[in-house]
């Protein structure tokens, strides 16, 4: 039997997305955390259908989920919400609904009782990574949601998320930089921000020209500018990173957009963000957040809800994607994050693992897609009728963990794995151009090209490369070029697997 969030949900018949883990009760003597499920013993289930006595049931053991509390509060009506604040008007989870009971509903509860007790957080920091708290005297609770009464993510901290903001990547990525000489520093950036400019574009399936690509690389530059975000400022930024003039925008969009995927009608939309009017709301609270209340909290937490957060709500025609990867780089540029002229090239990271990109964006967009009847009328016209709540709670209070954890994956991967190899893969290939230039006379682009070659071939010239060059390299400079380059990749055991320009 389902009790608590479960319950609500489905005794209500909400819109609002189910809990990871239901409660239900089973044959157990205490509370148990099941792989699948949360097992409640019957002594302390609830024991009626009342859905404000499963809520706070729900709040006591399985935590916030905001989805549902937003969706379920409304539908209660207030004389039943004043009664039980009468009964115990010190509780701390009467005290927690009736707080977001008045948010939800937009008005407010009268012919209360002195309300008392400690002050509650509305998530508790133990569980969840929190924001700033803003104390609400009438129920002496502090809201420290990461976001908005309107719009709000939420992060559990798993232990993978607990570990990584223990591990503190950013500090790690200042002091790594922080040990390279200035000449090596400027081409492992160099080299950074080319490869992620391509391979940001690579996951929209898209080769920029030189000129797209040093139009994105300026774009990145930016973060480190710190600019608040603005509709104004991030349109300016969409225009910068959209080529048809006619897909620039000169303002949040005005008409609703959906994906596209490989099937023809409306079995191919697979996702179909917030509408126009919700989009430009969600965006006004979602740069709130990220412009003061993130600045509160671990930049790569913030980089993650800003990130994915952006791309859900799409709220430009085109462009989203890149936009929302720039839009992580924003965020760990902040003060007190990245060090000026740093990047971690995450894209790099991601382009790798694009499965696991589209798995983190799917825990939102597929049960978002349930949500939505799509009517095909041939060509590219749809019907799109809403099957949600009417206060579109689902698009308002989204649970970003999933997100979060892919962030903080990316980042150390961009570190530890892309930056660092593209900074050995610099230093080899130095090594060997100074050995080979200290014996023998070259052309510095012939070298070049043959160091390149040679450590792409793990030691090895290809005969076409000596042909090609046996005209103005004599046969002996080739066999050198392979035998330093071979005991030099000996020594460190690893062959190059990047390839930036020297």
């Known amino acids: 039997m389902q009790v608590g969030y479960a319950f609500v949900r489905d005794h209500l018949q909400l819109a609002a997305f189910p809990p990871a883990r239901p409660a239900q009760v089973r044959a157990v003597t205490r ?136 591990g503190n990547l950013i500090a790690q990525a200042n002091r790594y930089v922080a040990g390279l000489d200035g000449l090596l520093l400027d081409r492992t950036l160099a080299w950074a921000y080319l490869h992620e400019t391509r391979d940001s574009f690579a996951i929209e399936r898209e080769t920029p020209s030189e000129e797209r690509q040093r139009a994105y690389v300026a774009l990145l530059h930016q973060a480190h500018a710190r600019t608040p975000l603005s509709e104004d400022y991030l349109s300016g930024l969409q225009q910068a990173t959209v080529t048809n003039p006619l897909d620039r925008a000169f303002g949040f969009r005005q008409q609703q957009n959906w994906l596209q995927g490989p099937l023809r009608g409306a079995a191919g939309v697979t996702y179909l963000p917030p509408p126009p009017e919700l989009a430009h709301e969600l965006m ?136 660092r190899q593209a900074t050995e893969y610099l230093q080899r290939y130095d090594t060997i151009v100074r050995r080979i230039g200290e014996r023998i006379d070259l052309r510095g682009s012939d070298l070049s090209t043959l160091v390149i070659a040679c450590l792409e071939q793990g030691g090895r010239l290809s005969k076409r490369r000596r042909d090609q060059f046996g005209l103005r390299v004599p046969q002996a400079a080739f066999d050198m070029i392979e035998t330093v380059t071979q005991e030099i990749l000996a020594n460190e055991g690893t062959h190059a697997e990047h390839d930036p320009a020297p």
Not at 54 to 82: N, Q, S, Y
Not at 373 to 393: C, K, L, M, Q, S
Request: proline share 7%; with cysteine; glycine share 8%.
């Open 284 to 419: 006004a609270a979602l740069m709130t957040f990220a412009n003061g209340p993130a600045l509160a909290v671990d930049p790569l937490v913030a980089a993650g809800i800003v990130s994915f957060g952006f791309v859900l709500i799409h709220p430009f025609m085109d462009g989203n994607g890149r936009l929302s990867r720039f839009l992580f780089h924003h965020a760990l540029c902040r003060p007190g994050g990245l060090r000026d002229g740093l990047i971690l090239p995450v894209s790099v990271a991601m382009k790798k693992h694009e499965a696991e990109y589209l798995r983190a964006l799917q825990t939102f967009s597929r049960p978002a897609r349930e949500r939505w009847n799509v009517e095909w009328a041939g060509e590219d016209t749809y019907g799109f009728i809403y099957r949600g709540d009417p206060g579109h709670a689902f698009y308002r209070y989204w649970d970003a963990t999933a997100c979060v954890e892919f962030g903080f994956r990316m980042a150390a991967q961009a570190l530890q794995v892309e930056l």
């Open 31 to 166: 509370v148990e955390e099941m792989a699948d499920h949360l097992a409640i013993p019957a002594r302390i289930a609830p024991k009626d259908d009342d859905p404000l006595t499963h809520l706070l049931f729900a709040l006591k053991h399985e935590g916030v989920e905001m989805g549902i509390l937003m969706d379920a509060l409304p539908r209660i009506p207030a004389t039943r919400m004043r009664d039980e604040i009468h009964l115990t008007p010190g509780g701390a989870y009467i005290r927690l609904a009736c707080h977001l009971w008045e948010q939800a509903s937009g008005t407010l509860l009268d012919d209360l009782p002195v309300v008392t007790g400690r002050a509650v957080p509305l998530f508790a920091p133990e569980r969840y990574v929190t924001g700033p708290a803003t104390r609400n005297p009438r129920w002496r609770v502090d809201d420290n949601r990461l976001g908005t009464a309107e719009y709000c993510a939420t992060v559990r901290r798993t232990p993978a998320i607990e570990a990584a903001i223990a």
